[in-house]
């Protein structure tokens, strides 16, 4: 059975700082591309940020300088740091798993205060 499961969601002020974490488990966690999505309210998910089984990462263009992805492939975890954050930044936010299928954590809440 497979697992994504986050953490690190909170309540934050603008400016602040955030580390969310994904564990994975039930699948071969070294040899897929992790994503972080975020969906706000009334809004489509969006993917923030992924980082490839060799470690290359990309971001959503409204993230670049502030967030940094990483992979523990050893700890099966996948992490998201976020800085500087915005209460544009708010919304829940879901750990994908992706190699021949696609998997979903439940997800967490992130919310940045004004």
């Known amino acids: 059975q497979v697992r994504l499961v986050e953490s690190g969601g909170a309540l934050v002020q603008a400016g602040g700082s955030l580390r969310l974490s994904c564990a994975a488990s039930g699948i071969i966690f070294s040899i897929n591309t992790m994503g972080w999505y975020r969906q706000a309210p009334g809004k489509q998910r969006e993917l923030v940020a992924h980082?490839?089984?060799?470690?290359?990462?990309d971001y959503v263009f409204s993230v670049k300088g502030r967030f940094t992805i990483s992979r523990d492939n050893a700890k099966s975890t996948v992490y998201l740091q976020m800085n500087s954050l915005k209460p544009e930044d708010t919304a829940i936010y879901y750990c994908?798993?992706?190699?021949?299928?696609?998997?979903w954590g439940q997800g967490t809440q992130v919310t940045v205060s004004s």
């Open positions: 994908n798993a992706n190699h021949r299928y696609d998997y």
């Open positions: 980082i490839t089984p060799g470690g290359g990462t």
